[in-house]
């Protein structure tokens, strides 16, 4: 099996003032939680944000596997929709001692590069300093927000998340598996 290097760079912020929020995009966008944890949903939403960036991690979780994380205390999974559609979502995960991971973040290709991206982890970050309430026992105020993006994520994923505020701490290279991802099907939009 063939290789590819990947680079790894981890973001954090340390204080709800870092956050720099991007202006909200045109037209008729909203951000929704998605209430009911749903394995097919979430599927859905990482199959189709990670199909052609290579998000292969995933694939091969059962339904129950799926069930399981989403049922976990302090997982969210937030959606942006433009005019009703699916357009991407981010995943936030509240760990122990105050630290919030934005999990899995991204758009569907038909809808980057319109502005959504940097409004819709605005949004999440915000969330991930309020959520107190959603983290395992015994609850407490968040003091870190972080996570990481990697070379075979979106061209404009890093600048999104430097401008939003998040400082880099730590980068790493490695060699992975060079899986192939089931991919945009032929003739499906493309950025």
Not at 38 to 54: C, H, M, T
Not at 98 to 110: H, K, Q, S
Request: with cysteine; net charge negative.
């Amino acid at each position: 099996m063939s290789s590819l290097t990947v680079t790894t760079w981890s973001l954090e912020q340390t204080s709800p003032t870092d956050l720099v929020p991007a202006a909200a995009p045109d037209g008729d966008v909203r951000i929704v939680r998605a209430e009911v944890p749903s394995p097919e949903f979430s599927r859905f939403l990482y199959a189709s944000v990670g199909q052609d960036i290579r998000w292969t991690d995933r694939l091969g979780w059962s339904h129950a596997r799926w069930q399981e994380y989403l049922d976990r205390p302090g997982v969210e999974t937030w959606v942006a929709y433009d005019q009703g559609t699916p357009a991407g979502y981010v995943e936030l995960e509240a760990l122990d001692e105050g630290v919030v991971e934005i999990a899995y973040f991204g758009l569907l290709p038909a809808f980057r590069g319109r502005r959504i991206g940097g409004h819709l982890l605005s949004y999440a970050t915000a969330r991930a300093w309020d959520l107190a309430e959603r983290r395992p026992e015994p609850a407490q105020p968040t003091k870190r927000v972080w996570l990481h993006t990697c070379s075979k994520d979106g061209e404009h994923a890093m600048a999104n998340y430097l401008r939003r505020g998040f400082q880099l701490f730590d980068t790493k290279v490695e060699q992975e598996p060079d899986v192939a991802t089931p991919g945009p099907w032929p003739g499906a939009h493309s950025a």
